[in-house]
């Protein structure tokens, strides 16, 4: 979490990727292992969450990584993941599909399920909550992008 938990650590992660846009909004998700699991989703998805910078030209994606219990946690926390500095993933505009966020849970809206489908058929199922502790760059960002694809 430390490597991460700074609007200035976040910005110089992705500017060493060349992952920075004019316009940039930084968050942290999880995976929702209730909608992806598997052998196969293991080695297509194989992370735990992703931070992740939405910017004018698509969506930059480091892999964070969870202790070996995280997955028996339903609700995990990216405060206890660590970041994957070799597992960069950018996704162009032209290659998203849709994204679709919508409430986790019919009572839950302080939780957001997330989905970013991209035109070769991959598919990230995430989770997010609306204020996640440790990251004072997470609230407001994630705001900004729920308000573009809530439905």
């Not at 209730?34 to 293991?42: D, F």
């Not at 991209?118 to 407001?140: I, Q, R, V």
Request: charged share 25%; proline share 3%; glycine share 8%.
């Amino acid at each position: 979490m430390e490597e991460f938990n700074t609007i200035e650590k976040v910005k110089q992660l992705f500017e060493s990727v060349g992952g920075l846009g004019n316009e940039n909004l930084f968050f942290v998700t999880c995976q929702d292992k209730q909608k992806v699991s598997g052998a196969v989703a293991g080695i297509e998805y194989p992370y735990d969450g992703l931070l992740i910078n939405a910017s004018e030209k698509g969506i930059g994606m480091f892999y964070l990584k969870g202790s070996a219990l995280s997955g028996l946690i339903t609700l995990s926390s990216p405060s206890k993941m660590t970041l994957d500095k070799q597992n960069y993933i950018f996704i162009p505009n032209e290659n998203i599909g849709n994204i679709v966020v919508k409430n986790f849970a019919l009572f839950n809206s302080k939780t957001k399920r997330i989905e970013i489908n991209t035109t070769d058929g991959k598919s990230h199922k995430l989770y997010a909550k609306l204020d996640e502790n440790g990251f004072p760059y997470h609230k407001d960002n994630f705001a900004k992008w729920i308000q573009k694809y809530s439905k």
